[in-house]
T-cell receptor, first 116, second 115 residues
Framework: AQKVTQAQTEISVVEKEDVTLDCVYE???????LFWYKQPPSGELVFLIR??????QNEISGRYSWNFQKSTSSFNFTITASQVVDSAVYFC?????????????FGQGTRLTINP | DSGVTQTPKHLITATGQRVTLRCSPR?????VYWYQQSLDQGLQFLIQ???????AKGNILERFSAQQFPDLHSELNLSSLELGDSALYFC??????????????FGEGSRLTVL
């Protein structure tokens, strides 16, 4: 069965600190897709990144970076030099190709608070 | 702005009632997905339509139904409402029928409160 675990329910840091959000997933499929979404206080879900299971290269986008490690079934998200605007709930999600890659299974989310 | 439009944004109703949530996908997107976000269940996939036909089904209750119309907008019908149905209902759209390419664009959600 597919499952996504975000063990950190809440994280609070001071602005400019680096912060890493953990995501561990379970799947029996060899082809799958991993995602991160951001849900700011306004409520909408904002896409951040999609990764397929064959691409283990880490990715950096500005202050955001993602570390995908198949060996530990993890897809962690790091924000460098955090800013107050980064405050939001962050969701990691998984989609399996053998189910047509149509259903996103979300983790419970990590509420990140950046304090000025 | 994702380009996905959901109405209404907020809805308050009583137990036993029926409501309809509406979603207009991004221009050109053929797939519409419905998700429910509640405090106890988190974000859960309900159902997907692709070009008017049901493509995938998740944890959708029998009291709930959905459809996608020829103009590609979709409606989620919730009937015999219970207190536990109070949640934020998201619609998302994508061009294709799966997540193998591109991203999923979410609307701002419809917040349903059942009293």
């Amino acid at each position: 069965a597919q499952k996504v675990t975000q063990a950190q329910t809440e994280i609070s840091v001071v602005e400019k600190e680096d912060v890493t959000l953990d995501c561990v997933y379970e799947t029996r499929d060899t082809t799958y897709y991993l995602f991160w979404y951001k849900q700011p206080p306004s409520g909408e879900l904002v896409f951040l990144i999609r990764r397929n299971s064959f691409d283990e290269q880490n990715e950096i986008s500005g202050r955001y970076s993602w570390n995908f490690q198949k060996s530990t079934s993890s897809f962690n998200f790091t924000i460098t030099a955090s800013q107050v605007v980064d405050s939001a709930v962050y969701f990691c999600a998984l989609s399996e190709a053998n189910q047509g890659a149509q259903k996103l299974v979300f983790g419970q989310g990590t509420r990140l608070t950046i304090n000025p | 702005d994702s380009g996905v439009t959901q109405t209404p944004k907020h809805l308050i109703t009583a137990t036993g009632q029926r409501v309809t949530l509406r979603c207009s996908p991004r221009s050109g997107d053929l797939s519409v997905y419905w998700y429910q976000q509640s405090l106890d269940q988190g974000l859960q996939f309900l159902i997907q339509y692709y070009n008017g036909e049901e493509r995938a089904k998740g944890n959708i209750l029998e009291r709930f139904s959905a459809q996608q119309f020829p103009d590609l907008h979709s409606e989620l019908n919730l009937s015999s409402l219970e207190l536990g149905d109070s949640a934020l209902y998201f619609c998302a759209s994508s061009y294709r029928g799966s997540h193998t390419t591109g991203e999923l664009f979410f609307g701002e959600g419809s917040r349903l409160t059942v009293l």
